[in-house]
């Protein structure tokens, strides 16, 4: 499911990699994996739906595809 918060505005760093103790935001928790966190800025204060499943094809945000099944690998 989507994770809900309202943001101010400014930088903010979406967490990518799920393993952050704070979702969706990075909390550090990537070091030494290879992923890094995907910043994204917003113009105003805003409420943003930001996607948790780390499936999104809109990332940071939630794009509804934690709905669909994940595909298995062959
Ligand atoms: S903790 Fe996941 S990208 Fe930083």
Same mark, same amino acid.
Not at 4 to 20: I, R, T
Not at 41 to 64: F, H, I, Q, S
């Given at each position: 499911m989507p994770i809900p918060l309202?943001?101010? #505005?400014? +930088?903010? /760093? /979406?967490? @990518? %990699?799920?393993? @952050?103790?704070?979702? *969706?935001m990075c909390d550090g928790s990537h070091k030494g994996t290879? &992923? #890094? *966190?995907? &910043?994204f800025t917003l #113009?105003? +204060? &805003?409420k943003v739906w930001l %996607? +948790? %499943?780390k499936r999104t094809g809109n990332p *940071?945000? %939630?794009d509804g595809t934690h709905s669909k099944p994940?595909?298995?690998a062959s």
């Amino acid at each position: 499911m989507p994770i809900p918060l309202e943001l101010k #505005a400014g +930088d903010h /760093w /979406w967490c @990518s %990699c799920g393993l @952050s103790g704070h979702q *969706p935001m990075c909390d550090g928790s990537h070091k030494g994996t290879g &992923k #890094a *966190p995907m &910043k994204f800025t917003l #113009a105003e +204060d &805003k409420k943003v739906w930001l %996607c +948790d %499943c780390k499936r999104t094809g809109n990332p *940071p945000y %939630c794009d509804g595809t934690h709905s669909k099944p994940v595909e298995q690998a062959s």
